[in-house]
């Protein structure tokens, strides 16, 4: 097997993750956004896509068992080089299966050991898995609107649960070291691409990392800076709004919608107060008519009738 090697750290909220493979060296900053960001994006990562595509790479590794025809794992190749660029976290499954490929020769002994078809194929189920059980514990443990459950009893409650449901965390090779010159952080040296989720999901526990969800997207963000935000920073729509920008107009539109009400209301109330000193309305029928009026404004402002037809109610 190749004797490439990888680790992986934290340093001032930046994830970075660095290889050796050879003469190659890559450095990967695994997100422009702080920590925890590319674990969220994975989260929300659609795998499921890709499944048909494992699934031609199996079939073509099982050609090239029964062939040893080296052009049957082009296509395989071709998979890693596209997976990849979907997620930082699948850089270390590009690697280390490339350099099996390569290793791969028509007089490979024991291509099954060397190149295992159900691993790779199984990749995208996995994932997904892993997807539900991580959403599963942000529900559960790190869920910021969950204020009257002490932590410790959450976490409880989480480890009490089914097998199935929960985060598999597995043993890791961590070391503590002098990083980037600048200090000591823990050092993960991933054995796989699964150690560089479990690494950044323990630790948003041990940071004890709030999640909200946005109230645009309705996707998890983590409560880093300002604890009172409800919405996040992804890109939204085809314009390269985020949700924050978004529901920033949404908040103004609803609060100038409300504001118009306000006014419509109030000009129809001065005019119907008038009426009592002019005698055309009892002070009674006019208290009827406030009363009334503020249930119909509420109904406006819930979305149950539009502002056309509020304002045709007040003038009846």
Known sequence: M?????KFYLLDGAETLECKDGNAEYAIKLADRPFPDSLLSFVYYDINSWEPRFHEAERSLMEFYQTRDTTCLKPVQKLLDDFKNGHPYFFYLWLDWSNRLKQATPDCKNPTKLLPHKELAHVPSNLATMQQQILRLFQTVLDASITDVDFSIRVQAYEQAPSLQKFDFQPMKISFEFVEEKQFAEVLYPQNMYDLIDFSLRECIRQRIAMRTCKNCGKYFALTVHGST????????????????????????????QDELLKIYR??????FAWIRAGKISQEAFCAWSKDAQKEKEKCKNGEIDQKEFTKWLKQ
């Open 230 to 257: 409800e919405y996040c920073s992804r890109v939204f729509d085809s314009r390269g709004r985020t949700c924050k920008e978004v529901g920033a107009m949404r908040q103004y539109l609803q609060s100038h919608a």
């Open 267 to 272: 000009r129809e109330y001065k005019r119907r």
């Open 2 to 6: 190749s004797d490439f090697q990888c």
